[in-house]
């Protein structure tokens, strides 16, 4: 009769978390140096109107990234303290 040995493969998975933060952190910094470097591009004077409005269409961009940086970083919270909570 064969016998099921129990595998550490769901314990192992916790390994990637700090991937996922690292990836939603990075996000959410690429994001922000974006927008500054829009917010710069739009307080210029010299700045002609097609410009102003890519640099605006950017930073919407980048408020959509954020945003998406955000939700990762959340979920792989939320994940780790299910996996935390299984395992207690």
Not at 50 to 58: F, H, K, R, T
Not at 76 to 86: N, P, Q, R, W
């Amino acid at each position: 009769m064969d016998t099921v040995q129990p595998t550490m493969s769901g314990i192992s998975s916790i390994g990637s978390f700090p991937s996922a933060f690292q990836s939603a952190t990075t996000t959410i910094g690429r994001a922000v140096a974006g927008a500054g470097q829009d917010a710069a591009a739009v307080a210029s004077p010299a700045l002609d109107s097609s410009a102003m409005l890519a640099a605006l269409v950017d930073a919407r961009q980048q408020l959509l990234y954020t945003q998406a940086g955000a939700k990762m970083m959340n979920t792989a919270s939320e994940m780790l303290g299910t996996i935390i909570d299984i395992s207690a």
